[in-house]
């Protein structure tokens, strides 16, 4: 593997030790380990670091493009398009607040589906019943048929 690094040892070593965010510490710790040598190919990095060799070149690609603040610059999806509108949103939370309610998150897909033609998965709804919209289907649970009952 052919990575020029620009920076030295002792200023990865300094960096390594101020980093506290733990993605970024792994990205340099794979500059630092090839810099000194301790190893010597993406397979190795990944192995010594716990992770794909794949993200290693993906990291390694970044750095030779971007240099090290590029490397170190974790890209998020901040601006990503909400998947309901509100009025979408308020006439499920109207439906989730509804006595019947929905028995599962499946049935929540389902109803998302049918009704505004969406197909969204169903980690993205769980998201949106869950967390945005703070709802809980309360189901019961099937009790066993020779647990006695209770009471």
């Given at each position: 593997m052919i990575l020029e690094i620009v920076e030295s040892v002792e200023e990865l070593k300094d960096r390594l030790q101020k980093e506290t965010r733990g993605r970024?510490?792994?990205r340099l710790q794979a500059l630092y380990l090839l810099k000194?040598?301790?190893a010597k190919s993406r397979r190795e990095i990944a192995r010594l670091l716990g992770v794909?060799?794949?993200?290693?070149?993906?990291w390694l690609e970044?750095?030779?493009?971007e240099g090290l603040e590029g490397l170190?610059?974790?890209?998020t999806h901040t601006n990503r398009a909400y998947s309901l509108t509100e009025e979408q949103e308020k006439q499920l939370r109207e439906k989730l607040s509804a006595?019947?309610?929905f028995p599962s998150y499946g049935a929540v897909q389902?109803?998302?589906?049918?009704?505004?033609?969406?197909?969204?998965?169903y980690p993205?709804?769980?998201?949106?019943?869950?967390?945005?919209l703070g709802a809980k289907l309360k189901v019961a649970r099937k009790s066993h048929t020779q647990k006695p009952p209770s009471g």
């Open positions: 970024q510490k792994q000194t040598g301790q794909g060799k794949k993200a290693v070149g993906n970044r750095y030779q493009a170190l610059s974790i890209r006595p019947e309610g389902s109803w998302v589906k049918a009704t505004f033609g969406l197909d969204l998965p993205t709804v769980y998201g949106i019943v869950r967390y945005r």
